[in-house]
């Protein structure tokens, strides 16, 4: 069984948000440091942000910064981003992912990836 689901992505203008889901079936994320990655064509996959068991973050791309937020309903154990004032340099494949290391925080290693959501921002 698949164990993340990511949903919310899409074509957006440029300046344009999107806010991204990502649904956890097996896991009860804020026992994990759970983040998102991205991967563009051609690219490496990236760390954007993450938030550890015990609620905190860590902008892993300061590209992002002022512009997405993580954060986890524990009641509906489910992780989102938020992506305010997109580029185009923020288009790809958006991945959520679990602490696979036990430690729960974000200097962890991740697993778990869900398929992915495309995000693909174009004028």
């Known amino acids: 069984q698949r164990q993340f689901v990511e949903s919310g992505g899409g074509l957006v203008q440029p300046g344009g948000s999107l806010r991204l889901s990502c649904a956890a079936s097996?896991?009860?994320?804020?026992?994990?440091?759970t983040a998102w990655f991205r991967q563009a064509p051609g690219k490496e996959r990236e760390g954007v942000l993450c938030?550890?068991?015990?609620?905190?973050?860590?902008n892993y791309l300061g590209s992002v910064k002022g512009r997405f937020t993580i954060s986890r309903d524990d009641a509906k154990n489910t992780l989102y981003l938020q992506m305010n004032n997109l580029g185009t340099e923020d288009s790809g494949v958006y991945y959520c992912?679990?602490?696979?290391?036990?430690?729960?925080?974000?200097?962890?290693?991740?697993?778990?990836w869900g398929r992915g959501t495309q995000v693909t921002v174009s004028s």
């Open positions: 097996a896991l009860t994320l804020r026992l994990y440091a």
């Open positions: 992912a679990a602490d696979t290391t036990g430690w729960g925080t974000c200097d962890s290693t991740f697993g778990h």
């Open positions: 938030i550890a068991s015990n609620g905190s973050t860590t």
